[in-house]
């Protein structure tokens, strides 16, 4: 199977934790908006792939194509990869989609941080509400997320189900961004079994290949996760 990737190509965000998936599955992919406009690339073809008639049409990208199926919305499209390349159990099936969805919370209260209000508007509209709504994700959710991967860890051993999964890969991310974001507040309150989780996924000879390969979109601040000192409040 050769795959089409089509997300935002100045950004990790949600397309990484697909690409992630397809690069430790060791399949090609073509990352599509990351191509020039002359060869069918850039933005505009993910707007054409978001506009056109896939059934259902997707709402929002990451969208992997994969033979005649249109797939959106993260968690079905790793769901797909886990079944087809064995990136999670077949008895563990739900149980991984479970934590992926709550990676997928984490994330989203992650990318609020910056943007308490609304995504359409710039960073600095929203600075006064990105504070307070980064005072309480720091001091209270941080914790309470990494605690509950904490439990799950000590539960299940080296990985999140038992063996490994695209779930491990996406709390990878996770924790990546959340260190590329909150320095301060991970130091303080990441638990040292989710930090020892992350670097054996990171050791993984894939995954290591592909974050030192130029395939990895160095974080920016476009992203999820983005460092702006004033919201790192340890
Ligand atoms: N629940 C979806 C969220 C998708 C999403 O929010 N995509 C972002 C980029 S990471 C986007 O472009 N959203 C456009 C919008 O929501 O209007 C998923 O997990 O895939």
Redesign the pocket.
Known sequence: MSYRLY??PMLQ???ELVRLALEEAAETYVDVARLPEAEGGGVAALLAMLRGDASPPS????ILVAGDQVL????VILTYLGDAHGLAPADRRLATLQLQLTI?DAISEAHDTHHPIG?GLYYEDQREAAKQRAAFFVSQRIAKYLGYFERVLAQSGDHLVGAFSYADLSLFQLVAGLRHAFPKAMAAHAPASVIAHHDRVAARPRIAAYLASDRRIPFNEHG?FRAYAELDLA
């Open positions: 997300y935002w965000g949600r397309g709402y929002a990208p990451p959106s919305q993260t968690a997928s995504t999820i």
